[in-house]
């Protein structure tokens, strides 16, 4: 990536932030911080997205459950940027089980159980760039 082109991250609020109506705390949270919209999207999940998104998890025990909820109901996608956006995204949404996250964070803040988190974000700039090619095609 070079200098002039900014990071890029994928954030899913996952089918439990969107029912329960998070997708504005989410969006404020990461304007706040300085990140900036590039592409937003509500959308329900295919089996198939939802297994390619979730891929690097196909052998763990937690799997099926995993694609059951996110494919549950409809979640916003999107493509935040900014200078280290990966990184900066990951630290406003905090440890994955919810309880071990820092209140503070949006994860610390709004959930109690490790597969209902209510975002995720990508985990590398690699992993942004397989995301936001999966989900907005036009943008990869
Ligand atoms: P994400 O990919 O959703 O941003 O979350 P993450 O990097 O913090 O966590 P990861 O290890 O990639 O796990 C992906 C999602 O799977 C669910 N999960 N359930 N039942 C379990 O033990 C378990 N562990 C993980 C969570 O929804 C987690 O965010
Ligand atoms: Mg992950």
């Known amino acids: 990536?070079?200098?002039?082109?900014?990071?890029?991250?994928?954030?899913?609020?996952?089918?439990?932030?969107?029912?329960r109506g998070l997708v504005g705390e989410v969006i404020s949270r990461l304007e706040a911080k300085g990140l900036r919209l590039v592409a937003v999207e509500l959308r329900t999940l295919s089996r198939e997205t939802a297994e390619e998104h979730y891929a690097e998890h196909r052998e763990k025990p937690f799997f099926g459950s995993l694609v059951e909820f996110i494919t549950g109901g409809p979640l916003v996608?999107?493509?935040?940027?900014?200078?280290?956006?990966?990184?900066?995204?990951?630290?406003?949404?905090?440890?994955?089980?919810?309880?071990?996250?820092?209140?503070?964070?949006?994860?610390?803040?709004?959930?109690?159980?490790?597969?209902?988190?209510?975002?995720?974000?990508?985990?590398?700039?690699?992993?942004?760039?397989r995301e936001i090619a999966l989900f907005f095609p036009h943008l990869g």
């Open 1 to 19: 990536m070079s200098a002039a082109t900014p990071a890029r991250t994928l954030v899913l609020v996952k089918p439990d932030g969107v029912a």
């Open 77 to 129: 996608a999107l493509v935040a940027e900014g200078p280290r956006a990966v990184e900066a995204f990951r630290a406003l949404a905090g440890a994955t089980d919810p309880v071990k996250a820092a209140p503070g964070t949006i994860r610390g803040d709004f959930a109690l159980e490790v597969q209902n988190n209510i975002v995720h974000g990508s985990d590398s700039d690699e992993s942004a760039a």
